[in-house]
């Protein structure tokens, strides 16, 4: 659960970053976003951020697993935040491509 | 403080942080690696590596008490547990000098003594992060306190100053001198925000009663023995009879303070006046599954097992208190919690480092070589602190396995060892340039950590080769967070190293003498 929990933050992370000028013209070279895009991303993003919650209380019940997702909250936009400047568009794949893994190695888990 | 409210902040920011910012730093790294006391202190006695937890490790204990100690006041037992794989015991014992105190590692299949190298392990970073060492216990505690306050003034101050916290939240730019520290410093501490405020308010609750004894030397009197006893159930047992009466089989005590808690472990076993006719047995809950650490308890009859009272966890303030000591010390919900603490308590490091070094290099910036004694002595004291703590944390470890095993007071060698190394350390950058220093410093740190597995394996069985196979988390986990550790130090080591040769720094190259380290 709680990589499912760190791979849907990173993801929403990734989202509300892209939905900025900055960040969208890093990986995808144009500054400007389209204003849709932007909204589509935001939303996305805060939807996937308040996702990873309930996989922390799973995995933890209500008292910790709030704390956990504090936890979690950081531990996922910091290699975002470093891999950024470095290797924007590697960063933003990781994004759709991690929370399916995830969840792919909970039910190979589960099993 | 002239310039408005957001330029005051800066000023205030800019101070209490500084100030204080090198013990910080030491409360911050000590404190973030205590995350993993026991695993660090298992780590450091080879000798135990073996043993293993056994069902009826209590009893074996108990029975290992009555020949080792039978005439004490009380013995205090630690029971094994899946972090630490042994039994610790101490007891009062009034022909022990000192602590009155006498303490003993025993084996949970047997109860008999399991000798293990005098060293202090874990304990020392632990008590080193809140009271410091070669200080006076007391005053230590309040200077701790006092730099955890200003923390706080920092970090609020700090929440006022950055003006641009959603626009910036995700920016890092690397090689762009003091705008990257700048970078640096504000996700440091954007990013753990929650994790920096928490720790450093509840850092202040822990040591709350000795700030602000106020209110209980009002409510009680100036009695604390009666205090502890309302707030933490924690009697003074009654003097011995002289009346001597074997102890009931502590087996079903312990199963009836398990059901008493809806199955939850006992982790810590007290007996008082044992052998006598008015012995007691308090049992305690373990503290590692639940967010509180407020101290939970059942109390038995020593000589009949009959359940005498219950305690704990039902008192609002004193579980408020408990959930915030529990929060600062997370001990809570297992080994992947404990390591986000650590990853967000090595940010909050990296967040105070980075506040001490932008000071640095910004004054260097300003002022160049016109730049004064105040700066240089904030350099010296980055390189020392920063630089220095690591390769003393390191030099520690070491010495656990370097220093002979039958040394006489071998763990207090172990703690001049880190002491000189720190000294050493905080002398070095006087005598070199302030780049040299940062480079031979990190690159020290780094080479200890990145080679202590090496030493592990030269001198223990005990070894990544041996541990990683076996699933021996606990052990592994040590050197392989050495190893990154000592990763990260040397990739900071070769950006200092290279730092000179980045052109953005030219329009301004007329100004600048002593560059800044890792840009």
């Known amino acids: 659960m709680i990589p499912l929990a760190l791979a849907l933050a990173y993801a929403g992370f990734t989202a509300l970053c892209l939905a900025m000028e900055r960040h969208y013209g890093e990986v995808f070279g144009l500054r400007r976003v389209p204003a849709w895009r932007a909204l589509a991303l935001r939303i996305t993003g805060w939807a996937l951020l308040a996702l990873s919650l309930p996989s922390c209380v799973v995995a933890r019940e209500w008292a910790m697993g ?23 568009r590697l960063a933003a794949w990781l994004a759709p491509a991690l929370p399916p893994i995830a969840a792919l190695l909970l039910t190979l888990g589960a099993r | 403080m002239r310039g408005g409210f957001r330029q005051s902040m800066a000023w205030l920011h800019t101070w209490s942080g500084l100030l204080v910012g090198w013990v910080l730093f030491a409360v911050f790294l000590t404190g973030t690696v205590s995350y ?102 007391l005053w230590a505690r309040w200077i701790i306190s006092f730099c955890a306050m200003f923390m706080l003034v920092a ?70 023995q009666a205090f502890t006893a309302a707030v933490f159930g924690l009697e003074r047992p009654p003097p011995r009879s002289g009346q001597a009466v074997p102890l009931a089989p502590i087996g079903p005590m312990l199963a009836e303070a398990s059901h008493h808690w809806g199955g939850a472990q006992p982790g810590r076993i007290t007996v008082n006046n044992p052998g006598d006719a008015t012995a007691t047995v308090q049992v305690f809950r373990v503290d590692d599954d639940r967010l509180s650490v407020n101290r939970q308890l059942v109390t038995f009859n020593g000589v009949t097992g009959a359940m005498i009272s219950a305690s704990g966890g039902d008192r609002p303030a004193a579980e408020t208190r408990g959930v915030m000591v529990g929060l600062h010390r997370g001990v809570f919900g297992g080994g992947v919690m404990r ?51 690591p390769i003393a944390m390191a030099a520690y470890l070491w010495a656990n396995r370097l220093l002979p095993v039958a040394m006489a007071q071998r763990a207090e060698w172990e703690v001049h060892v880190f002491f000189i190394a720190w000294g050493v350390a905080a002398l ?28 592990n394996a030269a001198t223990t069985h005990s070894h990544l080769g041996v541990t990683l196979p076996a699933g021996q988390w606990a052990l592994a986990g040590v050197d392989l967070v050495a190893l990154a550790l000592g990763t990260a130090l040397g990739f900071a080591a070769r950006q200092v190293g290279r730092a000179p040769a980045e052109p953005q720094r030219a329009r301004r190259a007329g100004h600048r003498t002593s560059p800044a380290p890792a840009e």
Not at chain 2, 96 to 101: E, I, L, N, P, T
Not at chain 2, 194 to 204: A, D, E, N
Not at chain 2, 355 to 379: D, P, S
Not at chain 2, 431 to 454: K, V
């Open chain 1, 66 to 88: 709030v704390v956990l997702w504090c936890g979690v909250l950081s531990a996922a936009v910091l290699p975002l935040v470093l891999l950024l400047p470095y290797a924007p």
């Open chain 2, 36 to 137: 993993f006391r026991p695993e660090i202190s298992l780590w450091m006695r080879p000798e135990l590596h073996a043993a293993r937890d056994a069902p009826e490790a209590a009893e074996n204990v108990l029975r290992r008490m009555q020949t080792l100690a039978p005439n004490s006041a009380n013995w205090i037992v630690t029971l094994p547990s899946a972090r630490d794989p042994v039994a610790r015991v101490f007891w009062r014992d009034s022909s022990a000098g000192g602590s009155r105190f006498r303490r003993a590692i025993l084996d949970p299949a047997t109860g008999e003594d399991l000798p293990a190298r005098d060293t202090l392990g874990g304990d020392f970073f632990y008590t080193f992060h809140y009271q410091l060492h070669h200080v006076p216990v």
């Open chain 2, 155 to 224: 970090i609020l101050s700090g929440i006022v100053t950055h003006r641009r916290i959603f626009a910036d939240f995700f920016t890092f730019r690397p090689r762009k001198g003091q705008r990257s520290w700048l970078d640096g410093h504000a996700v440091a501490a954007m990013l753990a925000l929650p994790y920096h405020l928490m720790i450093t308010y509840t850092g202040i609750v822990t040591l709350m009663l000795m700030t602000m004894p106020w209110g209980v030397q009002l409510a009680f009197k100036g009695n604390n």
């Open chain 2, 339 to 389: 390591a986000l603490f650590f990853l967000s308590g090595l940010m909050g490091t990296v967040m105070v480092a980075t506040g001490t070094i932008l000071w640095a290099v910004k004054q260097r910036q300003k002022l160049g070589a016109r730049a004064g004694y105040g700066t240089r002595l904030v350099e010296v004291l980055n390189v020392a602190a920063i630089g220095g703590l």
């Open chain 2, 428 to 455: 070095h950058p006087l005598l070199r340039s302030h780049r040299r220093a940062w480079m031979e410093q990190l690159g020290l740190g780094a080479l200890l950590l990145l080679l202590l597995p090496a030493l």
